[in-house]
T-cell receptor, first 115, second 112 residues
Framework: ETGVTQTPRHLVMGMTNKKSLKCEQH?????MYWYKQSAKKPLELMFV???????ENNSVPSRFSPECPNSSHLFLHLHTLQPEDSALYLC??????????????FGEGSRLTVL | KQEVTQIPAALSVPEGENLVLNCSFT??????LQWFRQDPGKGLTSLLL?????REQTSGRLNASLDKSSGRSTLYIAASQPGDSATYLC???????????FGEGTQLTVNP
C-alpha cells in the first residue's frame, strides 16, 4: 500500500459535470496539499491544509472546492470546469513543517481532461 | 517571491557518466530544500531533503549540496544508469515553513 493514494488516476469530464478527486495518506501526516501540473509549467500550489484547517488558497477559482474531513483524507470537488483546467492534479502530504522536516510525499496524480 | 531556475533544462548522457544538475533560487531565506524525480505521467518521488543548516545529503549514488547564501543547490548522480532517466525537480521551502516553490525541472535521459 503506497503512502499517498489518489483516485481516480484518470478522469474525463464535460464542462457541466461535477466530479471529485480523492486523496488518502497512510503516513501519519498532518498537512495535505493539492498541486496542479500543466504541460511545460512548474507545479502550482493550489491549497494547503494543516490539521484539517485550510491555511493556503493560492487564488484558485471557485470551480475548484477542496474538502479535508480529517488529516488522512483530502478531496477536490470539481464543477463547471474549463478545458484549460485539464492537467495532472497531484496530492501531497507532510508533517507540519513547524513540528518536523516538512518533507513532502506525493501521490501518483489524477490526470484530468475537460472536454 | 521565490523563483527557482534549473539548468540545464534537458540533458542526455551515455550510461556510466557522473553528472551534475543545478538549481538556483532567488530568496536565500529557506527552511529546507527538497529534490524529487518524476517519471512521465507519474507523481513525484522524494530523493533528498537538505535542511537549511546542512551543506549536503547523500543517498546511494545521489549527493545533494546546498549553498544557501548564494542560493544554489546541486544534485550529483554518480555512475548514471538508464533507470535514472526522469525529470528532476528541486523545491526550496520558505523560511517560515511555508510553501515549496518548484523549478521547471531538468529532463535527464541516460542512454544504454
Amino acid at each position: 500500500e503506497t503512502g499517498v493514494t489518489q483516485t481516480p488516476r484518470h478522469l474525463v469530464m464535460g464542462m457541466t459535470n461535477k466530479k471529485s478527486l480523492k486523496c488518502e495518506q497512510h503516513l501519519g501526516h498532518n498537512a495535505m496539499y493539492w498541486y496542479k501540473q500543466s504541460a511545460k509549467k512548474p507545479l502550482e500550489l493550489m491549497f494547503v491544509y494543516n490539521f484539517k484547517e485550510q491555511t493556503e488558497n493560492n487564488s484558485v477559482p471557485s470551480r475548484f472546492s477542496p474538502e479535508c474531513p480529517n488529516s488522512s483524507h483530502l478531496f477536490l470537488h470539481l464543477h463547471t470546469l474549463q478545458p484549460e483546467d485539464s492537467a495532472l492534479y497531484l496530492c501531497a502530504s507532510s508533517l507540519n513543517p513547524r513540528g518536523g522536516t516538512g518533507e513532502l510525499f506525493f501521490g501518483e496524480g489524477s490526470r484530468l481532461t475537460v472536454l | 517571491k521565490q523563483e527557482v531556475t534549473q539548468i540545464p533544462a534537458a540533458l542526455s548522457v551515455p550510461e556510466g557518466e557522473n553528472l551534475v544538475l543545478n538549481c538556483s533560487f532567488t530568496d536565500s531565506a529557506i527552511y529546507n530544500l527538497q529534490w524529487f524525480r518524476q517519471d512521465p505521467g507519474k507523481g513525484l518521488t522524494s530523493l533528498l531533503l537538505i535542511q537549511s543548516s546542512q551543506r549536503e545529503q547523500t543517498s546511494g549514488r545521489l549527493n545533494a549540496s546546498l549553498d544557501k547564501s548564494s542560493g544554489r543547490s546541486t544534485l550529483y548522480i554518480a555512475a548514471s544508469q538508464p533507470g535514472d532517466s526522469a525529470t528532476y525537480l528541486c523545491a526550496p521551502r520558505g523560511a517560515s515553513g511555508s510553501r515549496l516553490t518548484f523549478g521547471e525541472g531538468t529532463q535527464l535521459t541516460v542512454n544504454p
